[in-house]
């Protein structure tokens, strides 16, 4: 079993920062991906950014430049730095950890990030 456990987010005024972490328990799987996904109020959950166990890094167009994912493997913990923030960057984010051997998806219980004046 997995357990994921995200901390930080919060509100911040537009071109603000914050930064989302997600510690990863329990039976970790070798190969994997480790990242984060939003959901603002009315819309569908979007995929935000993801990083390989091997180090690979991919963003969604919406955050390319201004968020930055990362991980420590030592520690199970995934980041997500964000800058510039949009209040259309408002959303519960999730941090997800997928098996990439057995389709086998982990997820955390989201933090609120706010962007507003």
């Known amino acids: 079993q997995v357990q994921l456990v995200e901390s930080g987010g919060g509100l911040v005024q537009p071109g603000g920062s914050l930064r989302l972490s997600c510690a990863v328990s329990g039976t970790i799987p070798s190969i994997n991906v480790m990242g984060w996904y939003r959901q603002a109020p009315g819309k569908q959950r979007e995929w935000v950014a993801g990083v390989t166990s091997d180090g690979t890094l991919n963003y969604a167009d919406s955050v390319e430049g201004r968020y930055t994912i990362s991980r420590d493997n030592a520690k199970n913990t995934v980041f997500l730095q964000m800058s510039g923030l949009k209040p259309e960057d408002t959303a519960v984010y999730y941090c997800?950890?997928?098996?990439?051997?057995?389709?086998?998806?982990?997820w955390g219980k989201g933090k609120q990030v706010s962007v507003s004046t």
């Open positions: 997800i950890i997928a098996d990439t051997e057995n389709g086998e998806d982990n």
